[in-house]
């Protein structure tokens, strides 16, 4: 059959569909009885081009990002791509067997703008006919290929087992013509499937940096796959319930949930958590409603609920999806609602594992202190004539150990930590950077300030029996954090030497004479 023949059996498939997705495979089905070509059908889908269709190969790609591969170019620029050794293009990109040639045509929309594209690929050598012509001519003003003299079948319908390039490329380029006006009488490329929804939605779930972002993700996912406009997430932890909305698309409905007493949403929950997941059937004014009758009369018309977390874990709750609107969810919709709320769960411990670990590389584990790491990295932020450092040491420590034991060490630095931690200003800091040994760092407008809070301490330290003795010195201009707090230590031994138990400001002295 020429080339036109295959052209003409495309059109004819095409007729018949009764969906885009049905087209693209009667066409891809179409071209795969005339040629060994690996064939593929890709529509643009949220932000990547979605495989809906194929033959001739073992295995192909899903998808391919808008921005890879040669697919990815001709769908960018809109224009034919002919390659006679694809393997030397640098967007080709190979998945099983290595093609030699490569021909990719866009697939337009209504207004002429990319939708997709239609790629081929041989692994056979292109070798086009002296004398053919090239170009893209060669399907005529019939829209049929026009063979050469002496024709008669192969790949090409030119009597040789060399591949016509030019005159595939004229087909592919009808046919991408008849497929897209075919895709656009049948009303475009198809929305997004809830499961890739679901998909794409999980994998921003798992890159969120923080809880709140992880949360803001969850409620955008459950809004998009469940298509009801209000997601609600109910959490329950040692310090109560609480109700969590997206910031980025509020709702009145939403308002008027959150407005409800926690009371109120917990027994809701309850119920969610005790029994499972849930949905709504239709019209709640015509339909037993009992036990939500606080959902019904803020207007809630259908729902969803899905248990998110073990029972009994802190922050696990219930995702809550709901609508102003009457509509039946499907069973399918709800089970993607609990694959996103087994996702989103693992997502928080993950989140919370990273936090734990990254707390203990950086506090010490007794104290809970931060420690000299953190440290060194706050001294390097100081600003000279606003930072004061205060050193701070534990008076007759090695007496407590000896006589009392270890353990009642430790004991003496936990309570010794949270007291100094307490008696601080909110904005300043305390750090364990050695055995018995503290730092503060305060920020202050003047000297005497800084004094202030080291006194502070000092009495802090007293009531609970454990003498202290505070070095403080204020960073001048000129010198280093290093430097300043070398002049606190000095002030600190100082203390020590006089008797303890006692608060010494450091001499100021020039950087070259503390360094």
Known sequence: MSLGGVVDDVTTALRDAATVDDACRRAVDAVGRHTGAMIAALLHVHDHLRCVAAAGAWSVFSSVPTDAGVVGRVYRTGQTVTLSDATQDGDYVSLAAVASTEI?????????????????????????????????????NTGRAQPEPGSGGGEH????????LQGWRAAVVEIARRLSQRIVELGGPPAEAAGEQLLRHALLMTSAGDEQELLRRSLTAARAVSGLATPLLVLTNQLGTRACLDPAAPTELGGRLAALAPVVLARIALRARRHGASYTLGDPSELDTQGFEALTAVGVRSMITVPVGPAGEPDSGVLFVVDDAVSR???????????????????????????????RAICDPLTGLRHVGPFDER???????????????????????????????????????????????????????????????????????????????????????????????????????????????????????TGRDGVRVAAARPAADVA
């Not at 319908?157 to 016509?164: I, Q, R």
């Open 104 to 140: 990719c045509a866009p697939l337009l929309g209504g207004d002429g703008r990319p939708i997709g594209a239609l790629n081929l690929e041989w692994t056979k050598p292109a070798q086009p006919e002296p004398g053919s012509g090239g170009g893209d001519h060669g399907l005529g």
């Open 157 to 164: 319908g030119l009597g040789s087992t060399a591949l016509d």
């Open 329 to 359: 969810p499907t069973a399918a919709t709800v089970n993607l609602l609990e694959l996103l709320a087994a996702q989103a769960w693992t997502s928080l411990d993950r989140l919370r594992t990273l936090w734990r670990l990254r707390e």
């Open 379 to 497: 001294l390097a932020a100081a600003e000279p004539g606003r930072t004061a450092l205060l050193a701070i040491d534990v008076d007759r420590f090695k007496h407590i150990n000896d006589t009392y034991g270890h353990q009642a060490g430790d004991r003496a630095l936990v309570d010794l930590a949270a007291t100094l931690q307490n008696a601080l200003r909110a904005q300043d800091e305390l750090y364990r950077i050695g055995g018995d040994e503290f730092a503060a760092v305060v920020e202050v407008q003047r000297l005497e300030e800084a004094t202030g809070v080291a006194q502070r301490l000092l009495a802090a330290a007293r009531r609970i029996g454990y003498p202290i003795s505070v070095g403080v010195a204020l960073q001048v201009k000129g010198e280093t954090p290093k430097q300043a707090l070398r002049r606190a230590d000095i002030a600190l031994y100082e203390v020590k030497q």
